[in-house]
């Protein structure tokens, strides 16, 4: 009786259901019909995403362009070709093969990015917010061909800046995102998108979202756009200068220090995002200081004359801001200051507020540090350097050492000034706490210690002032302790710093004291005959370094290695008349620390993580709490990779061959015997000339002598034979006559 009853239809699959959706896409002439269709396609693309894809991809596409201008269809086929970007996870058919195909179907032809740049002109809030994303994970999966078809096509890099005018802020941020993508790696994007007058527009989204210390994430993608669009681009940089930009990052660096905020309380993440937007910030005012780069004096000058160097020295000195960003201001100015001598000649004239006196209490309207004495900025720089000892400021302090340096880095007239200066100040003892040459000649034991690196500061820092400048070598080897009118004894500054180097040696201070000292010793006596033969005045400092060498307990390769490294510097450039001379250095040398530790202590050197790494190893605080790992500056660090295979090979030079100072970067040796040799030759010669000289007077006055005797002998002899002839003819003509 069941037979009449109908048998209930098969179930379809979700494969056949997709495939016939499809096909009604690709058939219907209506347009409810097809955006049927797409809602049913919508359904399956998160699960489904390679079904889907492989049978309706196209027809999607076909009708964004088909259906264009029905915003409701736009909308549905937009939202359906995301989901198929970002199925689920846990999706059977999820594959990262998905995303490269359906990018593929998008690049291939110029027309469906065109297509998807063209509802960006609508006014309609989900064409563009969908048509930005959908372009946003295009690029992602294809990058290269995404950024030749939007820069191909009509108008695409400028209708995409100017989105960024739309005044809906999820419109708006999601173009910022797309061009951040699109910028990092293309100039000729980047430049495109430069000429759209797109950093006017950045700062404005900036001042819109409350600037640096009220903005959250966007402003910080504002500032990373910048960055992509500066960083390493003269041309764009000029551009930013020639439309007025600069004085804008004036004032935004202006309001990290002028916050306004008093004392008020302000969330960790508020706090923590502001502090990202500040090292944004920073990091694109220093895309336009790369040494040597095309533009970079000009972009030097420009930031002196709207302040933006002066507002950095100001964070710098803040005592409100972290010491990170603290650091990474003076950084800044140290980078806007090098190498130009204009702005090195007056940056010294800046003031700033001094690390050493702190505020009184605010009365919380205005949160400025009312009332701390302003000090000139080298005095300040000095300060923080050589005064702050707290570990966490390690950053700060090596930023102000780095700043220092910076100030008369490449210029003589400047850096002799400032060794004067310290000579004038250490000889006056006024302001020893600051002055590196009072520091580095009269230590305080106490100090060392707690605070190494007071010491390593003012060794580096004495290290660039003396090196590779002969001028500056001379002028600090003339500063002297002890007073020789009460009785002292006096002792030059080459002598007294090796005494420091090697009492601290015999207590074991702390390496970086060390290195510090041999650092600057090695920089000042290569090269320096004088600088050498006052060090070996000293002889006993041979014997301690050589000591240190063979030291079978010793913890610090590095030290011994240094140690190592000056004892060749120092025979390297030893002359016969040396107080120690070349040959008995030779001897102690090869005695004492012999050839093979000689080098192995310096291979040791070379190869340590701290030396061979130098370069990618972070100089900077690991955050611990610890004393960080910087024991070397950078400067000498090249300096010993350059030099290191002639400091090797100078213990295997003969004790006879001297070595001259290399001049026009020629190096040449002589054996002093050959010219103490010759010079006896000569002194020879030279008395066998004189003596000839006066053998040839001797026999020019004999001859001449004789030769007046002879013309005496010869005018007789005429005489004689005058007469004598005259008698003849007159007995001739007697003759005559008698015979007529």
């Known amino acids: 009786m069941f037979s009449n009853i109908t048998s209930a239809p098969a179930k379809q699959s979700v494969s056949e259901t997709i495939t016939i959706l499809s096909g009604r896409l690709s058939s219907a002439t209506l347009l409810e019909d097809r955006r049927a269709a797409i809602l049913g396609l919508r359904s399956f693309a998160k699960e489904y995403p390679a079904s889907v894809a492989s049978g309706a ?28 970007f970002s199925p689920n996870q846990d999706s059977p058919e999820a594959s990262e093969e998905i995303a490269l195909w359906l990018a593929d179907e998008f690049t291939q032809r110029q027309e469906n990015i065109t297509l998807l740049l063209d509802f960006l002109e609508t006014a309609d809030f989900y064409s563009r917010l969908y048509s930005l994303q959908l372009l946003l994970a295009i690029l992602s999966a294809r990058t290269e061909r995404t950024e030749i078809c939007v820069f191909t096509a009509p108008l695409g890099i400028s209708r995409l800046v100017a989105v960024l005018d739309d005044r809906r802020d999820a419109v708006r941020n999601e173009a910022l995102t ?36 009220e903005g959250d994430r966007v402003v910080e993608d504002c500032l990373i756009l910048l960055a992509n669009l500066l960083r390493l681009n003269p041309s764009n940089q000029s551009l930013f200068r020639e439309e007025g930009n600069v004085p804008q990052l004036a004032k935004l660096l202006e309001s990290t220090y002028h916050s ?46 709207h302040g933006v160097l002066y507002h950095a020295l100001q964070l710098a000195f803040s005592h409100d801001a972290e010491m990170s960003i603290r650091a990474e201001a003076l950084a800044t100015c140290a980078d806007i200051i090098r190498d130009n001598a204009k702005l090195q000649e007056t940056f010294a004239q800046l003031q700033v507020p001094s690390v050493l006196e702190t505020a009184p209490p605010t009365n919380g309207l205005n949160g400025k ?23 966490q400021a390690f950053d700060l302090r090596l930023a102000a050492c780095q700043c220092i340096k910076a100030y008369f880095f490449n210029h003589p007239d400047v850096r002799l000034h400032f060794l004067r200066r310290a000579i004038d100040g250490h000889g006056s003892g006024v302001d020893e706490t600051a002055n590196v040459l009072t520091t580095l000649l009269r230590p305080s034991n106490d100090s060392a210690p707690m605070d190494p690196y007071r010491h390593w500061f003012a060794a580096v820092i004495t290290f660039h002032l003396v090196f590779d400048n002969a001028e500056a070598k001379a002028l600090a080897m003339s500063v002297t302790e002890g007073d020789a009118d009460s009785g002292e004894e006096v ?19 702390d390496d970086r004291v060390s290195v510090g000292y041999l650092m600057l010793l090695i920089g000042w006596l290569f090269e320096d005959l004088d600088g050498v033969n006052d060090f070996l005045g000293e002889g006993s400092n041979i014997q301690a370094l050589a000591q240190e060498v063979v030291r079978h307990n010793s913890s610090s390769l590095l030290v011994q290695g240094l140690c190592a490294m000056i004892l060749g510097v120092v025979y390297e450039f030893s002359t016969k008349d040396s107080p120690i001379p070349r040959s008995t250095l030779h001897s ?31 100089q900077k605080s690991d955050g611990s709490g610890n004393q960080p790992d910087v024991y070397f500056d950078t400067t000498f660090v090249d300096f010993f990779k350059d030099n290191y295979s002639r400091i090797v090979r100078a213990i295997d030079r ?50 001449s002598q004789e030769q007046a005797d002879h013309r005496r002998t010869k005018e007789t002899s005429a005489a004689d034979l005058a007469r004598i002839k005259s008698v003849n003819e007159a007995i001739q003509r007697s003759h005559e006559e008698e015979i007529k």
């Open 369 to 391: 540090a009312n009332g701390v004495p302003a000090v000139y900025v080298i005095d300040g720089l000095l300060d923080l350097t050589l005064s702050v000892s707290a570990t």
């Open 588 to 618: 102690v040398l090869t005695s004492r620390m012999g050839r093979d530790k000689y080098i192995d202590s310096l291979s040791k050197l070379r190869s340590h993580p701290f030396m061979r790494n130098f370069e990618v190893i972070p």
């Open 491 to 509: 002792v030059t500054s080459i002598q007294t710093i090796t005494a420091h180097l090697v009492s601290g040696l015999a207590r074991a201070d």
């Open 654 to 703: 003969d004790p006879g061959i001297e070595i001259s100072v290399v001049t026009n970067g020629v190096q040449k040796g002589v054996s002093r015997e050959l010219v103490d040799s010759l010079r006896s030759q000569v002194d020879e010669k030279e008395r066998a000339l004189q003596a000839a000289l006066v053998d040839m007077a001797s026999l020019e006055g004999k001859l």
């Open 260 to 305: 306004g905020k008093g004392e008020e309380e302000i969330a960790h993440w508020a706090q923590e995002q502001g502090n990202r937007n500040i090292y944004a910030l920073i990091a694109v005012i220093r895309l336009f200081l790369v040494p040597g780069a095309v533009g970079t004096s000009q972009n030097q000058a420009a930031f002196w004359q």
């Open 178 to 213: 797309l061009l951040t993508y699109l910028t990092p790696s293309s100039p000729d994007i980047q430049k495109l998108v430069a000429f759209s007058n797109v950093f006017g527009r950045v700062f404005d989204i900036i001042a819109a979202e409350g600037g640096l210390s």
């Open 57 to 84: 991809l196209r027809s999607l596409i076909g009708s964004l362009s088909k259906d264009g201008e029905d915003v409701d269809t736009v909308k549905v086929v937009l939202e359906t070709l995301l989901m198929l």
